[in-house]
């Protein structure tokens, strides 16, 4: 019995050691004036949009360029 929860300690340990080093990687994406950095742990840590895609008639756009920006850091950072 205790060698089971020494183990199940263990894993513990090393499930919060990989946590800690896939916080450190982190990818930006750049798509169409939008910018967006992920962490390793899927976390979105900043997006940057460009000044000219912040107008009402843009907002399509930047709608579809935030998408597509988050899932390609989610395929990269996987």
Do not use: Y
């Amino acid at each position: 019995m205790l060698n089971k929860l020494k183990q199940f300690k263990d894993i513990r340990q090393q499930a919060k050691s990989l946590q800690s080093t896939l916080a450190e990687e982190t990818i930006t994406i750049k798509e169409s004036g939008v910018s967006l950095t992920m962490d390793g742990n899927l976390a979105v840590k900043s997006i940057d949009i460009d000044k000219d895609m912040l107008t009402p008639n843009k907002k399509e756009k930047l709608e579809k360029a935030i998408t597509k920006a988050f899932e390609e850091a989610m395929k990269k950072i996987q």
